[in-house]
């Protein structure tokens, strides 16, 4: 399938999705998306062209085209030819699919979906949407070096968002809970929890007080410990970046840039959201340890970047059709042997909870994250609720500044965008208290 | 999926002999152009043609919908709309579909060269950014990309109505790196219907940002004047916005302006338009994604705020008319009430005059975590340097900004003459005074 390129790849993705809106307690809308398509790579020296299309009638057509547009680009300005590091030899893992979410009609997910959204429904909450959506997709993938590989996937869960009005006042909270796998995740009764907790969350911060501003010891709870270590970290890991200088990383491996105790890893063989069988290269996913007790041992890559830099491929993703680029699966950090009352006990600061977001600047390695919600702490007791609670900073500072790791490791779910794709990430991180870090509040 | 158009008629024609009461598909089809480089190195060209449908029905009284771009699939996607539909009958949500077929003109939508730019002139449009950068000492690229889409949409429906419009957009992006000891990066881009941007101005910018970013130091803490780059504009402003005239989050009490019809948002010197019709806009069609003609919305005059933005459904529920923003991200997704081209009509003035001691700030990050709808924010300051007495003096880093968009909107004390098309807002320059500024320094 060469059509005169060095190296030519063909995947082909199938997918099935269905979601639904649940806004309180009314059904707003359901909707089923059936698509096909096909993405074809080709590289010429060290110049790739790429075509996609959603008629598979079209394949031949996007191999030349893949070809021919490879070609002229390396007419124009070539590059040195790429050498595309060899597939790992790994045992592919496909977790689920579990609960077949085809087994259950839309009458019946639409009775769980109204179950958890009035699990939110309490006194102050003016607004809950609850947004359900489950998927399956089908990927084959085949090259010219004669690899065919292909896997199945389920993936289902939900997010709640839920704001709340008093006197003029106006806050809101949210929570995903997505996996893969299928029917289990909605039945989940975990999944009930959430729903009142994002609700008494945004009802809390209609009288929280505002967070205070400057540099405090902080103690950060697993999901936005789990954001931090995704956006901060993670990103940096990512070999295309540290490749183009644009990672704080680059040139650092071997070095010691976080605590002792803090290990960092990316599995996509755990069954969690940012589980991946095969990425979008052909290549067998497998676990690689990013952070070894301190010391940064590995970058993520993708054939490309192994190739340059060394290392193993194996974290280059696509959504849909589109380009594989480098990215994470599920990044946790291991945890510790501290309980949370430990890690609070006789401690005074700014404890942060949940996550609205985040952002990383990662050739600068700054970050920063809203939280949910936060507390302040004196002497080990809660004292103060806070809203509108941010943490930013240099990534590396904080990696050493941990100086307490939780032993309650927990994997949250969320959708990491780059470059225009999103992809299905799991995030996870026991709780981690940090010496110093700027908390953004009002002066 | 060979003929768009003719495939929406079939789904509409298949969706009324399976019992629906009425239909409506909307299709698109497209072509998409991408070149990229790895650092100053074009290293990937792409070509995508695609095409799709989505399909509203009703069966009775609530809506189902169903995407493809699968021809084989069609009768499935029309069961599936049908069997959304009737599981939701008694929602009673159905608001009819568009039956106006005298669309309004509008100018500067598509553009035929971009449709027809071959892959050697995309090359030399991202080189040309290369070689804006490399004009300015000091500045590398981390990476560049030159884009075009030349699409085509439709949208037919039970009623009878038959529409189709197209367009051209043309994007250049750049991002750079500066500094020696501590890397500082900095980003540019630009959009447009046409291929006429000056791609080696862009990357010149956005080098100049990098080198002058570079060696910034803790910034101050205090209640200070911020001057907003038209990026950190449309960061902090459009998503809070958007919702606060969304009619949808009005009827479900998400806006923060739901109850504010006749209130003082902004200075009584501001006016703000959602105009639809605007040449050239990003925003601009003679209809909406549900066939609803294209307007020009006033949302605030003089100040006070005058009306919200309408999809044909929440426009029932609040008893009042479209206003044509029902927008759909793809084909794959139902319509949801989006601005068109938003855009301040103000008096104009440098913001840079005039203000002794303040903050000028390029970009931030973390904006998606500003709360879109209390309007609080705390966000980092990127690119950032101080102004005293009307000069823009050093860079400084690790700087935040917090307080609340709302209050920001009446705070802003100047515009810009000059204004830059950030997708769906015309972003000028603004001088806002009374922003938290939270420093190490």
């Given at each position: 399938m060469s059509d005169g390129a060095d190296f030519t790849e063909l995947r082909i993705i199938s997918s099935r999705s269905t979601g639904i809106k649940v806004e309180d307690n009314e059904v707003r809308d359901i909707s089923t998306q059936i698509d096909v398509e096909a993405a074809v790579r080709a590289l010429v020296g060290g110049s790739w062209g790429f075509s996609s299309t959603d008629n598979l009638e079209e394949i031949e057509r996007c191999k030349r085209d893949a070809a021919e547009l490879a070609y002229r680009i390396n007419r124009i300005q070539?590059?040195?030819?790429?050498?595309?590091?060899?597939?790992?030899?790994?045992?592919?893992?496909?977790?689920?699919?579990?609960?077949?979410?085809?087994?259950?009609?839309?009458?019946?997910?639409?009775e769980l979906l109204k179950d958890i959204c009035q699990h939110s429904m309490i006194t102050s909450v003016a607004n809950v949407r609850v947004n359900y959506a489950e998927s399956n997709v089908e990927v084959e993938y085949s090259n010219s070096d004669g690899i065919n590989r292909g896997y199945k996937l389920q993936r289902s869960g939900f997010s709640v968002r839920v704001v709340a009005r008093e006197q003029g006042e106006i806050q809101r909270a949210s929570r995903s809970f997505f996996n893969t796998g299928g029917l289990e995740v909605l039945r989940d009764p975990g999944a009930r929890e959430i729903a009142r907790d994002v609700a008494t969350t945004a009802v809390e911060l209609l009288k929280a007080k505002s967070a205070p501003a400057g540099t405090f010891p902080v103690l950060l709870d697993n999901v936005l410990a789990g954001v931090f270590i995704h956006e901060a970290m993670g990103h940096a890991c990512e070999a295309d970046a540290v490749l183009e200088g644009n990672s704080v990383l680059t040139d650092r491996l071997g070095e010691t840039i976080a605590s002792p105790g803090v290990t960092v890893y990316d599995d996509p063989t755990k069954g969690f959201f940012g589980h991946l069988p095969v990425d979008g290269e052909g290549v067998v996913c497998a676990p690689h340890m990013l952070i070894e007790n301190g010391v940064l041992r590995n970058f993520l890559h993708s054939r490309e970047t192994a190739g340059i830099l060394g290392g193993e491929p194996g974290n280059s993703r696509a959504e849909g059709a589109n380009r594989p680029i480098v990215r994470m699966t599920n990044v946790y950090i291991e945890q510790g042997d501290m309980s949370l009352e430990e890690l609070m006990e006789g401690w005074t600061g700014i404890y942060l909870v949940g996550s609205r977001g985040g952002s990383v600047d990662t050739a600068q390695g700054l970050f920063q994250f809203n939280a949910q919600r936060g507390y302040r702490v004196d002497n080990g007791q809660i004292t103060d609720n806070l809203r509108d609670v941010s943490l930013s900073g240099k990534t590396l500072d904080i990696l050493?500044?941990?100086?307490?790791?939780?032993?309650?490791?927990?994997?949250?779910?969320?959708?990491?965008?780059?470059?225009?794709?999103?992809?299905?990430?799991g995030s996870g991180s026991p709780h981690l208290r940090v010496m110093n870090a700027l908390v953004g509040g009002v002066l | 999926m060979h003929g768009t158009g003719e495939t929406c008629t079939e789904a509409v024609r298949q969706a009324m002999s399976l019992g629906a009461k009425a239909a409506e598909a909307f299709g698109a089809r497209g072509r998409y152009v991408n070149i990229e480089t790895q650092m100053s190195e074009v290293d990937f060209a792409r070509e995508e043609i695609k095409h799709g449908f989505g399909l509203r029905v009703t069966a009775k009284d609530a809506l189902g919908f169903a995407s493809t771009n699968n021809r084989e699939k069609i009768t499935d996607a029309v069961q599936q709309a049908l069997e959304g539909s009737r599981i939701r009958s008694g929602v009673n949500d159905f608001a009819g579909f568009a039956s106006d077929d005298k669309l309004p003109e509008v100018k500067g939508t598509w553009n035929p060269r971009t449709a027809n730019l071959e892959i050697s002139e995309c090359i030399d449009s991202v080189q040309s950014v290369i070689h804006g950068v490399e004009s300015v000492k000091g500045a590398r690229v981390v990476s560049s990309m030159f884009s075009c889409y030349d699409y085509e949409q439709y949208?037919?429906?039970?009623?009878?109505?038959?529409?189709?419009?197209?367009?051209?957009?043309?994007?250049?992006?750049?991002?750079?790196?500066?500094?020696?000891?501590?890397?500082?990066?900095?980003?540019?881009?630009?959009?447009?219907?046409?291929?006429?941007?000056?791609?080696?101005?862009?990357?010149?910018?956005?080098?100049?940002?990098?080198?002058?970013?570079?060696?910034?130091?803790h910034g101050p803490s205090g209640v200070m004047d911020v001057l907003l780059a038209p990026m950190a504009f449309e960061e902090i402003f459009e998503g809070v916005l958007q919702t606060a005239v969304d009619g949808d989050a009005v009827f479900r009490g998400r806006s923060a302006w739901a109850d504010m019809i006749g209130e003082t948002v902004a200075p009584d010197w501001v006016t703000i338009v959602d105009d639809a019709l605007m040449p050239g806009g990003l925003g601009t069609a003679p209809c909406d994604d549900e066939g609803m003609p294209s307007r020009s919305n006033m949302l605030v005059r003089d100040g006070k705020l005058q009306g919200f933005l309408h999809t044909r459904e929440s426009a029932k529920k609040m008893s009042t008319v479209s206003t044509g923003n029902a927008i759909r991200d793809s084909y794959r997704q139902l319509p949801k009430v989006e601005i068109r081209n938003l855009r301040l009509e103000c008096r104009r003035e440098p913001p840079l005059e005039g203000c002794e001691r303040g903050l000028m700030v390029h970009d931030l990050i973390g904006a998606h975590t500003i709360n879109h709808q209390s309007g609080d924010f705390s966000i980092q300051a990127s690119n950032a340097f101080i102004v005293r007495r009307g000069e823009v003096e050093n860079p400084v880093s690790g700087v935040m900004l917090s307080g609340n968009v709302f209050d920001a909107l009446k705070n802003i004390t100047a515009v810009s003459e000059e204004e830059k098309c950030m997708g769906n807002v015309m972003a000028p320059w603004v001088r806002v005074k009374g922003i938290n500024v939270v420093g190490r320094g």
């Open positions: 070539p590059r040195p030819p790429l050498e595309l590091a060899p597939y790992p030899d790994h045992r592919m893992v496909v977790h689920g699919p579990g609960e077949d979410i085809g087994s259950a009609s839309l009458t019946d997910k639409i050493s500044g941990v100086e307490g790791i939780g032993n309650d490791l927990e994997f949250s779910s969320g959708r990491c965008g780059k470059q225009g794709q999103g992809v299905a990430v | 949208l037919g429906n039970s009623v009878g109505l038959n529409l189709s419009w197209k367009g051209t957009v043309v994007m250049g992006m750049c991002e750079c790196v500066a500094g020696e000891e501590e890397t500082v990066s900095a980003m540019e881009f630009e959009l447009s219907r046409g291929p006429d941007i000056d791609f080696h101005g862009m990357g010149e910018s956005a080098a100049r940002l990098a080198v002058d970013s570079a060696g910034g130091e």
